[in-house]
Nanobody, 123 residues
């Protein structure tokens, strides 16, 4: 069992930045592919960014490429998402996810999910 806790969400103006963190507990963090997904009201959950076990590989959703950066620190059981140049359309609940079955996973087929953190970008 893995427990994921997100933090760092909040209200920010368009063009601003936020940094989200996800802390994992329960199992060996470095054995898990990790990801960030988001879901806005009335919309499906979508890929934001994913990162492989070692952090060597990453993949981003088209709408955030060049603005968001995902990273992980396996010594601290933490994954982060640096979000720059935020837009109102980035507003959503952001979820952290983990899975040990794959080295990296871009779909929503993750085994473990956090409770989410709200990000709101005002225009």
């Amino acid at each position: 069992q893995v427990t994921l806790v997100e933090s760092g969400g909040g209200l920010v103006q368009a063009g601003g930045s936020l940094r989200l963190s996800c802390v994992a507990s329960g199992r060996t963090f470095s054995n898990y592919a990790m990801g960030w997904f988001r879901q806005a009201p009335g919309k499906e959950r979508e890929l934001v960014a994913v990162i492989s076990w070692t952090g060597a590989r990453t993949n981003y959703g088209d709408s955030v490429k060049g603005r968001f950066t995902v990273s992980r620190d396996n010594t601290k059981n933490t994954m982060s998402l640096q979000m720059n140049s935020l837009k109102p359309e980035d507003s959503a609940v952001y979820y952290c996810a983990a899975d040990s079955r794959y080295a990296i996973l871009t779909s929503t087929d993750y085994t473990y999910w956090g409770q989410g953190t709200q990000v709101t970008v005002s225009s």
